[in-house]
């Protein structure tokens, strides 16, 4: 009996020691790690590592701790750690079961710096049972990374940055008012409205169009006649259409006393229900609320007026103050002031440029693709109108695209001195923080610049540098630059990238680098070969980014690959 009792206590201990060593043997099989490859994401490289324990293999009185870790030259990056006990342990962490195993599920997010381009993710176990802390080996799990996301640098150097744009107008469409006004049930002219201080002005304005035809051009004079809504229906509709008449007529004269051609229009409202609701609102009655609940409730203009004089406190405040206001005739002259042509701008600036306006010396800048002209007319506009932020973003704008990032965070700093809230110069300081990759800092000016004409496109590049790649891919459709090239390859959009990269008119060195990209993406070799072979013929430097990209690892030992990254 007692030698079968010993037996048992051997057999026992025998296989408690089968079960440790069991757990001392982890293997890269039981865990699954998604991406395959490791990516960064924006600014991070996300992983989820999917584990199976066998059955049989989890100590019942053990604890197993696994630390992700992220190693790469100089240093490593720990992620947080996830613990699991046993089935004879006391404790609070996750239960796995001897007979039938378990699953778990880890999340872990590593902050991306260059070095871990070339990188690989351990699992770090530590095992204790009891008092006793077992040492079990890393295991490798994965591979990493891919860094294709942080191009956005080197693709936002080239993009569309924001330019603050001249408001010049060669031809610019004027109007100048008046206001012939009619006593009640009447539309006779009298010679006191004919010489008001409106109708005086109105005459001057003529006289100055038909006197200076080089630079204004008559479109016509149109006139709108009205009745007020008191009164019946079709003698207000009568008054309305002799007070047309009359003004129409007057007009004539007027145009023939000036000495110039012009085309009169004329129109008029029998009851003006519009401009009454709106003086009505305008002014300080006490009922007014009430009256433009009426005026909501009927639209018969008879049952309309006389809702209104049941209001009887009210109604002579409105025969005083408001009705008197719509018996009458607008005449509006419209016309047009014509600028100087491209030719008078550029003599006059070569005279003296001070005699420009603003908008003319800006509108001068874009007539020509001489870059030192450009940089010389925007000096000068800064030299005129020190206090406009538009020259000096220019100015910045040019030092940036030539990648003179110093002098164009110069420029934009006084651009941003003179005014602190404007778009273009928020989306191009927004830019600067982007090619230091200060994506933060980048965000803070371009949300603020979102309303500049260049806004969407500056927020798809921000969009890529911080993994939103859908959204990228949105706002930067149909801009085919590379920025938007990218965005459609990051979010494995390959059909719609191709489009962009057969659209883009002057790919550079970058351009077919993501060429590359998109070809290892999709198998298609010839893209691969083609786009490394013209980006390192015009950037030698991305023959060694390109050895040590995992975008192209499956092509490191084909020597086609390697005789063009020599």
């Known amino acids: 009996m007692l030698k079968k009792l010993f037996l048992l206590l051997v057999v026992a201990a025998v296989m408690l020691s089968s079960c440790s060593s069991k757990m001392k043997s982890m293997k890269a099989e039981y865990f699954t790690v998604t991406p395959g490859v490791l990516e960064v994401v924006g600014s991070e490289i996300p992983a989820v590592v999917d584990g199976r324990f066998p059955e049989k293999f989890f100590d019942k009185k053990s604890v197993l701790t696994i630390t992700p870790v992220l190693k790469y030259e100089g240093g490593e990056a720990i992620s947080e750690p996830v613990t699991f006990q046993g089935e004879k342990v006391r404790g609070n962490d996750r239960t796995i079961s001897y007979d039938n195993g378990g699953s778990f599920k880890m999340k872990m997010q590593y902050d991306y710096v260059p070095e871990m381009e070339d990188a690989e993710l351990y699992l770090r176990f530590v095992i204790n049972k009891g008092d006793k802390k077992i040492e079990v080996p890393e295991v490798k799990i994965a591979d990493g990374c891919i860094a294709t996301s942080q191009l956005y640098r080197q693709t936002a150097a080239a993009a569309n940055i924001a330019v603050g744009e001249d408001a010049f107008q060669r031809v610019i469409k004027q109007a100048k008012e008046a206001n012939i006004m009619f006593l009640i049930q009447q539309a006779n002219l009298r010679s006191s409205e004919l010489n008001s201080t409106d109708m005086k002005e109105f005459r001057a304005t003529l006289k100055d169009v038909a006197t200076d035809s080089e630079n204004k051009v008559l479109d016509g004079i149109q006139v709108s006649a009205y009745a007020s809504p008191d009164g019946e229906v079709k003698l207000n509709d009568g008054l309305a259409v002799v007070r047309e008449l009359n003004a129409a007529k007057q007009m004539k004269k007027e145009l023939k006393k000036a000495k110039i051609d012009g085309v009169v229009d004329s129109e008029y409202t029998a009851e003006d229900w519009e401009g009454f609701k709106t003086l009505v609102s305008q002014s300080n009655l006490p009922d007014k609320e009430l009256i433009l609940r009426l005026l909501s409730m009927y639209s018969d203009p008879e049952e309309r007026e006389q809702q209104i004089k049941n209001i009887s406190s009210v109604y002579a405040e409105l025969a005083e103050e408001i009705l008197p206001k719509l018996r009458r005739a607008r005449v509006t002259l419209n016309y047009q002031v014509i600028g100087r042509s491209d030719d008078q701008i550029k003599a006059q600036y070569a005279q003296n440029p001070a005699e420009l306006s603003l908008e003319e010396i800006l509108y001068l800048s874009i007539l020509t693709d001489n870059e030192a002209e450009q940089v010389a007319i925007l000096n000068t506009a800064v030299k005129l109108y020190p206090n406009d932020y538009r020259a000096y973003n220019n100015l910045g ?168 990254l020599k």
């Not at 090619?435 to 969009?463: F, P, R």
């Not at 090239?485 to 191709?498: D, F, K």
Request: proline fraction near 2%; include cysteine.
């Open 397 to 564: 704008a040019i030092a940036y695209n030539n990648g003179d990032y110093s002098a164009a965070a110069n420029y934009l700093a006084k651009a941003e001195k003179v005014s602190k809230s404007a778009p273009e110069v928020m989306v191009n300081l927004g830019y600067l923080e982007l090619l230091k990759g200060n994506v933060a800092e980048a965000e803070n000016y371009m949300t603020k610049g979102a309303d500049a004409k260049a806004g969407d496109e500056a927020l798809g590049n921000l969009y890529i540098a911080q993994g939103e790649y859908g959204r990228a891919a949105d706002l930067l459709k149909g801009k085919n630059t590379n920025s938007a090239l990218l965005a459609q390859v990051l979010n494995n959009n390959y059909v719609a990238a191709r489009e962009v990269l057969e659209a883009i008119e002057t790919p550079d060195a970058m351009t077919y680098y993501i060429k590359a990209v998109l070809g290892a993406r999709t198998s298609n070799v010839s893209f691969v070969y083609d786009g490394l072979k013209k980006a390192v013929e015009l950037d030698p430097s991305l023959a060694k980014k390109a050895m040590s990209d995992l975008e192209f690892a499956k092509f490191v030992n084909d020597s086609t690959f390697c005789d063009i």
